[in-house]
Antibody
Framework: EVQLVESGGDLVQPGRSLRLSCTAS????????MHWVRQAPGKGLEWVSG????????GYADSVKGRFTISRDNARNSLYLQMNSLRDEDTALYYC?????????????WGQGTLVTVSS | DIVMTQSPDSLAVSLGGRATINCKSS??????????LAWYQQKAGQPPKLLIS???TRESGVPDRFSGSGSGTDFTLTISDLQAEDVAVYYC??????????FGQGTKLEIK
């Protein structure tokens, strides 16, 4: 069974850092691009960041560029999101999502999400 | 960046009726005869579920009541014979500019 499990969400103060992880199973992890998508409470989906199968190409939403860093460890079947200089508006449920293939394709598998709350 | 705009923001349809949700992209997402556009369904408390990819290709297991159409910059998700279990928020998603992706703001579908 294809599965994605996010972890690392927490309550943090503005300006602090947090690292999210996503552990994949049930598929050949290094064949697929991966993404982070977030959803603020009661709001819609916002794409945050994506990374190609080999980590060679990454992208970020303007709202997180320069503060967040996406990475992956294919040997550990894991995806990461390093979040620095957190702001109140970063409060959201963060989903890990698997792309349909290694590049420009839709997201066919999603985790259940991990909650990040930024508040003083 | 490509901006995706959905309409309406919400709609209510009678059981057995037809729901039509529109999605407009600020730039064409058509390349090499393929539209890089997907539709997702998100029910309360659940992650999104991929319904349609490449603008009109239904995913395995998705009822044929769901259909996608359109090309270039204008797309439509149609749900025929609306069932109670179709209550959800629906999102369009462009993956043309991968790794930069964007979602529409969502359309909330309810039963009238």
């Amino acid at each position: 069974e294809v599965q994605l499990v996010e972890s690392g969400g927490d309550l943090v103060q503005p300006g602090r850092s947090l690292r999210l992880s996503c552990t994949a199973s049930g598929f050949i992890f290094d064949d697929f691009a991966m993404h982070w998508v977030r959803q603020a409470p009661g709001k819609g989906l916002e794409w945050v960041s994506g990374i190609t199968w080999n980590g060679a190409t990454v992208g970020y939403a303007d709202s997180v560029k320069g503060r967040f860093t996406i990475s992956r460890d294919n040997a550990r079947n894991s995806l990461y999101l390093q979040m620095n200089s957190l702001r109140d508006e970063d409060t959201a449920l963060y989903y890990c999502a698997k792309a349909w293939s290694g590049s420009a394709t839709p997201f066919d598998t999603w985790g259940q999400g991990t909650l990040v709350t930024v508040s003083s | 960046d490509i901006v995706m705009t959905q309409s309406p923001d919400s709609l209510a349809v009678s059981l057995g009726g037809r729901a039509t949700i529109n999605c407009k992209s600020s730039r064409s997402v058509l390349f090499s005869s393929k539209d890089y556009l997907a539709w997702y369904q998100q029910k309360a408390g659940q992650p999104p579920k991929l319904l349609i990819s490449w603008a009109s290709t239904r995913e395995s297991g998705v009822p044929d009541r769901f259909s996608g159409s359109g090309s270039g910059t204008d797309f439509t998700l149609t749900i025929s014979d609306l069932q109670a279990e179709d209550v959800a928020v629906y999102y369009c998603h462009q993956y043309y500019s991968t790794p930069l992706n964007t979602f529409g703001q969502g359309t909330k579908l309810e039963i009238k």
